[in-house]
């Protein structure tokens, strides 16, 4: 339960490599993250029509990387935005992992750091910078960042660290050493960051790493499909039956997307 609604996890095994479809064994589990809703549901009887509310689901294929700790979820705007997702995913799995390993888990979108520097290229007046860092974990980022916040852990013992530079007129200085070794940690979704410049029309616009996420295009089952494999998933807590070479090709798709996405970066 997260905000009074229910979520769940449903249907989640190991993909495995087939002869057709070959990947690291163990590397992979696909599942679905699935929101309740209640639907509003008309039931046509002799003469009439009785409304009345059913539990309505809303599934989302997802596939979890659990050597590079990446997690790729199908985006539907019914379940809610980027952050609304991740902030599901991190509330259903923080207190296991917390209770197992004794780590705090973050959940943030990996974004394109390109991205950060367009805002500030793009902007004139620069009134706020604003950057979360999450402290590090095993994955290996921005070394000079990691370096510092490692040293500040064994200080302070912190789970993340906020930095602020505001300039009321509009004059921040956004220098790329050493801005960019925090830019570069957060786009491994390792932290956020969040810019106010001058608006279009006057006022002040704000611009955030979550507008920046990174999204690709997988070929996946039609919403159909998904719903009536979710609803039997949910039913059961088991995989639908024969869905393991449909994972096992979504799992090559990933990997290619990965390889592709690390390029870029």
Not at 232 to 257: F, K, N
């Amino acid at each position: 339960m997260r905000n009074n609604v229910q979520y769940a996890f449903v249907g989640f095994s190991e993909a495995k490599p087939t002869d057709l479809f070959r990947f690291e064994k163990g590397r992979y589990l696909v599942g679905k993250v699935a929101k309740l809703r209640t639907a509003h549901v008309g039931e046509k009887v002799p003469g009439d029509i009785i409304e009345h509310t059913a539990d309505d689901w809303i599934p989302l294929v997802t596939v979890i990387d659990l050597k590079e700790q990446y997690i790729f979820i199908q985006r539907d705007w019914r379940f809610g935005t980027e952050s609304q997702i991740a902030n599901a995913i991190q509330a259903g799995i923080r207190e296991p992992v917390l209770a197992k390993y004794n780590h705090r888990i973050f959940v943030e979108p990996k974004t394109r750091k390109a991205e950060f520097w367009s805002v500030v290229k793009k902007h004139k007046k620069i009134y706020r910078l604003e950057i979360k860092l999450i402290s590090p974990n095993i994955l290996r980022t921005n070394e000079k960042a990691r370096e510092y916040l490692e040293e500040l852990k064994k200080l302070y013992g912190q789970d993340e660290m906020s930095m602020v530079l505001e300039n009321e007129s509009g004059n921040l200085e956004v220098p790329e050493e050493p801005i960019a070794d925090y830019i570069d940690y957060t786009a491994e979704g390792e932290g956020k960051w969040a810019l106010v410049t001058e608006g279009e029309k006057g006022g002040k616009k704000k611009h955030t790493s979550e507008k920046a996420a990174i999204s690709i295009e997988l070929p996946i089952p039609t919403q159909e499909e998904i719903y009536h494999e979710g609803q039997l998933e949910l039913e059961t807590g088991l995989p639908a039956p024969g869905r393991e070479s449909g994972d096992a090709s979504l799992i090559v798709q990933v990997i290619t997307e990965s390889e592709s996405l690390n390029r870029d970066d």
